[in-house]
């Protein structure tokens, strides 16, 4: 791959692996209680704006990130409107994440129902960002011979299933005791599919896109006595894509795979990884008690 592609690509994986970081150390030491009550009073304050710098640190990135393949107009043609957009939805969704932000505005214009609200438009931004970011990788991944449409789609349907929680917790007082742990564990999914995309991205050779054949070059080969066929392997996929569709999709990812991939190595990938990511799951609630 040209390396001008490569560095922005790099600097989305950077983003989105950061991202994961920050969210699963919010879960144990957030939601599960496991900061250190020995410490002075000012250090869980500070502890939780140095998360949220975390945060905007890691959107910044993937945001510089798509803006480098718009700009330069990299890889695929058809990508560069789709970069621009998950680029200025993921920078208004990472704005409206911070907090102190959030509250002052909320203080400033004295209606605190202006908070979910705003909470809501920001689950709105991430949702768009996801959906315009996915089509981008997609794009760039056709002109590359590659399909990503799994991971990509899977990301799509955990960010949305992830803003209908949202949503019935914050407008229709909907929730129970392990819903904060269930968005975590969402964000972190749609995080990982999406970083199993760009990598998938990152690592193909430029080629001829999906469904582009090949044209002859003005000699063709004539099926005489002897006809010559056409070779057809049988393809065998990614176990590597598999389980990152299976860990990070779930059901949702295992069902995805199990009904459109052709390869058995990535059927036997996202199995592989749903029950890894059972097993995760059955550690994670057990810690939760």
Wanted: net charge positive; with cysteine; proline share 4%.
């Amino acid at each position: 791959m040209e390396d001008r592609i490569r560095t922005p690509l790099m600097l989305c994986i950077t983003g989105l692996a950061l991202s994961m970081v920050r969210t699963v150390v919010y879960f144990f030491f957030i939601v599960l209680g496991w900061f250190p009550n020995a410490l002075p009073s000012g250090a869980y304050e500070l502890f939780g704006h140095g998360l949220s710098l975390l945060s905007l640190v890691a959107a910044a990135l993937v945001v510089v990130g798509l803006a480098q393949m718009a700009v330069g107009k990299l890889g695929a043609p058809n990508a560069t409107l789709t970069a621009w957009v998950a680029a200025a939805a993921l920078g208004v969704s990472a704005v409206l994440d911070i907090t102190p932000l959030v509250d002052a505005l909320a203080h400033l214009l004295h209606s605190y129902a202006l908070l979910g609200v705003l909470a809501t438009f920001g689950d709105l931004a991430a949702l768009l960002s996801t959906v315009a970011f996915g089509l981008c990788l997609r794009e760039h991944a056709k002109s590359r011979g590659q399909r990503v449409d799994l991971l990509v789609f899977g990301a799509m349907g955990v960010s949305g299933v992830s803003l209908l929680v949202g949503v019935a917790v914050m407008h229709m007082g909907f929730g129970f005791r392990d819903t904060p742990s269930m968005l975590m564990l969402l964000a972190v999914c749609e995080r990982g599919l999406l970083l199993g995309a760009v990598h998938t991205v990152m690592v193909a050779r430029p080629g001829p896109a999906v469904g582009v054949g090949v044209q002859g070059g003005g000699y063709p080969i004539q099926g005489g006595a002897y006809p010559v066929q056409a070779m057809q392997s049988v393809p065998q996929g990614s176990a590597a894509l598999g389980f990152l569709a299976g860990f990070f999709g779930g059901c949702i990812g295992l069902g995805l795979v199990l009904a459109f991939a052709k390869g058995p190595a990535t059927k036997r990938g996202a199995g592989i990884g749903f029950a890894c990511q059972t097993v995760v799951g059955i550690g994670l609630r057990a810690a939760a008690h």
